[in-house]
């Protein structure tokens, strides 16, 4: 089965196996992964989910916690700059959501997935 990226994979990955786990694996295999660095508390993080809300059916939003001991890696490369978004791995975006450079990306990838399939 192919690698499954979806918010909350730990708690998820269990899940996989199952016929639900499979068919929604199936549902956001192609979705873009939209990931978060963030940290509690965050209003610049809160503010920018609410402007990403309308894109949410196009993009799976991972949220990664930089206070976590396992993400002490994004602690120090983010910890002056968040919210910092990557989508797909890669940088995309810190501070605050560039709603023009997040479509642009996001089309981008929706038309590369479109050709692979």
Request: proline share 6%; with cysteine; glycine share 2%.
């Amino acid at each position: 089965m192919a690698l499954c990226l979806l918010s909350r994979t730990v708690q998820l990955a269990r899940h996989l196996s199952s016929p639900l786990g499979r068919e929604l694996c199936s549902a956001t295999a192609n979705k873009p992964v939209l990931t978060l660095f963030t940290k509690k508390p965050c209003p610049l993080c809160d503010e920018a989910k609410e402007v990403l809300e309308p894109f949410k059916r196009r993009f799976i939003l991972q949220e990664v916690d930089i206070t976590l001991p396992e993400n002490s890696v994004w602690y120090d490369k983010y910890k002056y700059d968040i919210p910092v978004f990557h989508l797909n791995g890669k940088f995309l975006m810190k501070h605050r959501v560039d709603i023009k450079r997040f479509q642009d990306h996001l089309m981008k990838l929706e038309t590369q997935n479109d050709r692979h399939q």
